[in-house]
C-alpha cells in the first residue's frame, strides 16, 4: 500500500524555521519526483518546492525562494522541507506528494500526504 506521511508542523513565530518531513511507505524514493503543496481552506492548493528523482534539481515557488530548501534521503524514502524566515502569510496546511516528474502543477502528481498543519503566528 502505498503512503506519504508528514510531519513536523506546529506553530512558530515570525523569522523561525521548522523543518518538515515526509516519508514513503509501499514504494522506494528513488525514481519519483516528490513535491510539497500548501493550502489554505477556501484557496487552491499552492507549489511550493519540488525535487526531480534523477539529479536532485530542485524548483522552488517565487514566494519561498531563499528561504526553503527541499531535500531527500533516498536511503529512508523521505524527503524534507527546510524552512527559515517564516511569515504568517505561510501559514497554511502543507502536502507533500509524488510524480514521476518534478512539475509544479499538483494534478500531475500521484499520491499525496494528509497534510500536516503550520502556523506563523506572534
Known amino acids: 500500500q502505498v503512503q506519504l506521511v508528514e510531519s513536523g508542523g506546529g506553530l512558530v513565530q515570525p523569522g523561525g524555521s521548522l523543518r518538515l518531513s515526509c516519508t514513503a511507505s509501499?514504494?522506494?524514493?528513488?525514481?519519483?519526483?516528490m513535491g510539497w503543496f500548501r493550502q489554505v481552506a477556501g484557496k487552491e492548493r499552492e507549489f511550493v518546492a519540488a525535487?526531480?528523482?534523477?539529479?536532485?534539481?530542485?524548483y522552488y515557488a517565487d514566494s519561498v525562494k531563499g528561504r526553503f530548501t527541499i531535500s531527500k534521503d533516498n536511503d529512508h524514502d523521505t524527503v524534507y522541507l527546510q524552512m527559515n524566515g517564516l511569515k504568517p502569510a505561510d501559514t497554511a496546511v502543507y502536502y507533500c506528494?509524488?510524480?514521476?516528474?518534478?512539475?509544479?502543477?499538483?494534478?500531475?502528481?500521484?499520491?499525496w500526504g494528509q497534510g500536516t498543519q503550520v502556523t506563523v503566528s506572534s
Open positions: 506528494a509524488s510524480t514521476t516528474v518534478a512539475t509544479t502543477r499538483y494534478n500531475e502528481y500521484d499520491y
Open positions: 509501499g514504494f522506494t524514493l528513488d525514481y519519483y519526483a
Open positions: 525535487i526531480a528523482w534523477s539529479d536532485s534539481r530542485t
